[in-house]
């Protein structure tokens, strides 16, 4: 079966420092990979997502690489701000059109 | 404004009682989905529905109940079947062109008493 493997948290960083979270996935087929982030007390939102092998996704400073040699997809940013602080979710979909989620990576940016 | 709303933000639970939790989308999809929450645990799926009248079992159903009766509603039973219901839970909806991309309320914390 489909299955997302994400770092464990938690992630600390300070303000503008560079971030990168693991995500490596395990699918049949050719599936979309997405970021998802999640504030505090709120549900998920869509981040960035890419559709085929060596599409980048890029939204709000946040990149990510579907790299299928290494089947990962992870998220960099190169200078965090407080504001990103949030749990991240890698997630995939295949050919049964359900999404996949990994176990979230908390990220928390101190000043 | 469109978008998901739940309720309540924070419910109680006595043992052996069942709770409703609401879910309410005005952006007229037709894909919803319930997920549950645990700390450290990626999202799992409780019931998913793709259309007005019809729902499927996802991975962790049992102990959970759906309806579907109307497009913009989705509501969760958690009956007293569900031994561990202490969770956030999150409802979900997409349209059916774009089933990977959902669009989430922001989540019910359920707590037993």
Known sequence: GNSVTQMEGPVTLSEEAFLTINCTYTATGYPSLFWYVQYPGEGLQLLLKATKADDKGSNKGFEATYRKETTSFHLEKGSVQVSDSAVYFCALVSSARQLTFGSGTQLTVLP | ?113
């Open chain 2, 1 to 113: 404004d469109g978008g998901i709303t739940q309720s309540p933000k924070y419910l109680f639970r006595k043992e052996g009682q069942n709770v409703t939790l609401s879910c309410e989308q005005n952006l007229n999809h037709d894909a919803m989905y319930w997920y549950r929450q645990d700390p450290g645990q990626g999202l799992r799926l409780i019931y998913y529905s793709q259309i007005v009248n019809d729902f499927q079992k996802g991975d962790i159903a049992e102990g959970y109940s759906v309806s579907r009766e109307k497009k913009e509603s989705f509501p969760l039973t958690v009956t007293s079947a569900q031994k561990n219901p202490t969770a956030f839970y999150l409802c979900a909806s997409s349209d059916t062109g774009s089933r990977e991309k959902l669009f989430f309320g922001s989540g019910t914390q359920l707590s037993v008493l």
